[in-house]
Each structure stands twice: as structure tokens, then as C-alpha cells.
């Protein structure tokens, strides 16, 4: 692990605590470490269970619980849900690859699809969805593989992804490029020519990956998108620490890199904290603010959250305008066909709107309310 000031896990202060609790039990399953018995005894576990579910680590939970010896039937479900779907997923994930192998063209697994790999059992790190970056030239194909293996396909959006839908919860995100240009110019501009970035993959012809570094650093890039917007929550911090903890980084260059991108001051806080908290140590009050903030994931909606970080940089009146309106640079990115026919502008904008009442009215709803809630303390 890249990081010379490790101690032994130990648990966080504040036994009966139920986000320590949780932390304690994620620390212990990927440490390898037994819980200690009597204070898993002292545990409220359905308050740990509804904890564990809005942070997505029921079934990290629950493989710490069943090595104490505890065999809860919620936690023993969660986790028997989550091998299941990860098993479904797998099989998805088999066909659509033999499928971009046959076309020629060529991918890589991002995020989560590799990440769950350095966990310390099948299927425990939860997922909903499963990403994978493909040739951005060869996307129409992409969209009728994915029909053709039986999935529903929206249109691709702002971040350039589609998600593609099967029932009953396979979800897979097929991403035309890493990075869209809601990201900000500098993250944007990095990424705009990944393929440069990509290693070949042993054992296929057509699959990449990036290099150990590379894929931290991305990883690193997508959590702070999602910092800033509607917050992680745990789960983020100890795909860090696992990552970390299977890996021995250069970190110099990952220094170089995250300072090009703007978000050294984040990575170094993220590793810090991420390493203290599952690994042992102290937290500073820097480190104890972001993990407060983590810890409030789930208090609100994604939507919620969303909207709150938005109404905070941008005030009421910056964040409706931002709701409603999008730059022609990014309607371009959504609409493609603005490129020959600008002249259907109007019409794009229209679809995009009506698309957003009735296939995301939930979403819409609840930037929505929490907008006219917010109390613009700009204002006079």
C-alpha cells in the first residue's frame, strides 16, 4: 500500500454508534480481521441495516457479521441478493463482451466492474449498474448489440452514457468517453483522448484497461464529480482503501497528475481519510469534516444533495437557470445531429425537456422541491 504511516486496523471510538458500528464491520471484512463478538452483541442491527443499505455495504456488513458468527436473516439476505445479481451481471457482462469482441470493437470495464475484484468475496460490493467505455465511433453499433441482447436503450446524455436496461435489475452504462464537458475544462480536456492512456488487455482482442495509477486517478476524478454534486457517501472511501490496499502506487506520479486536474487538495484529503479510516489511525478535524460529510450521504436523496451543493455555488436564481437551460456546446454533446441541422435546436430542446418530465419526472421532482425550499441566504 502506497502510504508509510499505516497502524493496525482498530475499531473507531464510539462503540453503539451505528455509522462506527458500520465502519467497524466494513474495516473488518476487508482487513481479514474477526469482529469482536461482544461488541457486535451491543449492535442495534436493524438500525445498522437501514445505515448499511443508504451506504450500499449491507452485504460488506453482513460478511463481517457471518465471520463473528452472526446470521441475521436481513443481512444474510442482502448478501444472498447481492452474489445473486452479481452472478446475473456476470452473465450480461460475458454475452455483451463475446458481442463488442465479434464487432471489433474495442472496450474497457470502468469503476465498479473492476473495483469488486480486490473485495474479499463474490458479489459483496453492492451494484446497481456496471460501466464500460467503448469506441465512441462505433456507439450506433454498441446501442443495436444492446438491443439485440435484449436490453432497453435510452439515449445517450450530457456525460455521453447510455443506460441500457433488462429485467429484472440489470443495468449496464456503456460510455462513449470517460468524461464529459460537465466535468469543467481542465478534467474535460485530460480525458478527451483516453484511448492514448489505455494497455491492451491479455487474453482478448479488443478488451483495455488503464494502468494502476491511471485507473486510481480516474476513479479519484469520479468521486470528486460526485462530491461536488450530490455526495458519496462511505461506500467511495473504501473502494479507495481497498484499491489502495491492493495496490503499491506511484505516487509521485499520481501527485503530478490529480495537480494538472485541479483536485490535489481532495485526492490527498480522500487518501487520507480513506486510509485512517479503515486502516487505522487518527483523524484530523479536516479528515473528520469530510467523513461528517460522507456520513450525511443518505440523510437527503442524490437529488437532494444535488440540488443543495448547486443552490450553495450558485444561489436560487443561478440554479433554476442551470435546471432549464444548457450551454449549445453541451446540447451539441447530447444531440449530435445540431452539428448538420443546428436549425433543429429548438426542437432538441424541446425533446430533452419533455424527456426529463415524463422518463425522469421523480428526478425532476425533487430538484424541483428542494429548489423552492432552499432559503437563498445571497439574498438580502
Known amino acids: 500500500m502506497s502510504t508509510p504511516d499505516m497502524e493496525p486496523f482498530r475499531p473507531p471510538e464510539s462503540p453503539g454508534d451505528v455509522k462506527a458500528d458500520l465502519i467497524y464491520l466494513c474495516g473488518c471484512a476487508v482487513n481479514g480481521t474477526a469482529a469482536d463478538k461482544a461488541r457486535v452483541d451491543r449492535m442495534d442491527l436493524t438500525a445498522l441495516y437501514q445505515t448499511a443499505q443508504r451506504h450500499m455495504l449491507t452485504a460488506v456488513a453482513a460478511h463481517a457479521l457471518a465471520a463473528a458468527g452472526v446470521r441475521n436473516p436481513a443481512f444474510l439476505w442482502a448478501k444472498e441478493r447481492a452474489v445473486r445479481t452479481a452472478a446475473m451481471m456476470d452473465a450480461e457482462q460475458a454475452k455483451i463482451l463475446e458481442k463488442l469482441e465479434s464487432a471489433g470493437i474495442w472496450y474497457m470495464l470502468l469503476k465498479g466492474a473492476?473495483?469488486?475484484?480486490?473485495?474479499?468475496?463474490?458479489?459483496?460490493?453492492?451494484?446497481?449498474?456496471?460501466?464500460?467505455?467503448?469506441?465512441?465511433?462505433?456507439?450506433?453499433?454498441?446501442?443495436?448489440?444492446?438491443?439485440?441482447?435484449?436490453?432497453?436503450?435510452?439515449?445517450?446524455?450530457?456525460?455521453?452514457?447510455?443506460?441500457?436496461?433488462?429485467?429484472?435489475?440489470?443495468?449496464?452504462?456503456m460510455h462513449r468517453r470517460l468524461m464529459g464537458p460537465m466535468s469543467g475544462k481542465e478534467i474535460y480536456a485530460y480525458y478527451l483522448d483516453v484511448k492514448k492512456r489505455l494497455l491492451k488487455d491479455a487474453g482478448n482482442a479488443f478488451g483495455f484497461h488503464l494502468k494502476a495509477e491511471d485507473f486510481y486517478v480516474y476513479q479519484v476524478v469520479h468521486e470528486y464529480k460526485h462530491f461536488?454534486?450530490?455526495?458519496?457517501?462511505?461506500?467511495?472511501?473504501?473502494?479507495?482503501?481497498?484499491?489502495?490496499?491492493?495496490?503499491?502506487?506511484?505516487?509521485?506520479?499520481?501527485?503530478?497528475?490529480?495537480?494538472?486536474?485541479?483536485?490535489?487538495d481532495y485526492e490527498r484529503m480522500n487518501r487520507s481519510l480513506a486510509l485512517h479510516l479503515f486502516g487505522g489511525g487518527t483523524l484530523t478535524d479536516a479528515e473528520q469534516a469530510g467523513l461528517d460529510y460522507a456520513l450525511s450521504f443518505g440523510t437527503y436523496g442524490r437529488e437532494e444533495n444535488f440540488a443543495r451543493n448547486l443552490l450553495e455555488k450558485e444561489g436560487k436564481k443561478g440554479y433554476f437557470l442551470s435546471r432549464l437551460t444548457l450551454p449549445y456546446a453541451r446540447m451539441l454533446e447530447i444531440y449530435p445531429v445540431l452539428k448538420k441541422l443546428p436549425v433543429l435546436y429548438p426542437f432538441c430542446w424541446a425533446h430533452r425537456l419533455l424527456?426529463?418530465?415524463?422518463?425522469?419526472?421523480?428526478?425532476?421532482?425533487?430538484?424541483?422541491?428542494?429548489?423552492?425550499?432552499w432559503k437563498d441566504r445571497r439574498q438580502p
Open 228 to 264: 461536488s454534486n450530490e455526495g458519496t457517501g462511505l461506500r467511495p472511501l473504501l473502494d479507495t482503501y481497498v484499491y489502495l490496499k491492493n495496490h503499491d502506487l506511484d505516487m509521485n506520479y499520481v501527485r503530478a497528475e490529480v495537480k494538472k486536474l485541479g483536485i490535489e
Open 114 to 173: 473492476v473495483l469488486r475484484d480486490y473485495y474479499p468475496a463474490y458479489g459483496i460490493r453492492e451494484m446497481y449498474d456496471r460501466d464500460i467505455l467503448i469506441d465512441g465511433d462505433r456507439a450506433g453499433d454498441v446501442r443495436n448489440i444492446m438491443k439485440e441482447l435484449g436490453f432497453s436503450v435510452e439515449e445517450y446524455d450530457e456525460e455521453a452514457h447510455g443506460c441500457c436496461r433488462k429485467p429484472p435489475m440489470i443495468i449496464f452504462e
Open 355 to 373: 424527456h426529463a418530465l415524463f422518463c425522469k419526472k421523480d428526478k425532476v421532482l425533487a430538484q424541483l422541491k428542494a429548489g423552492l425550499a
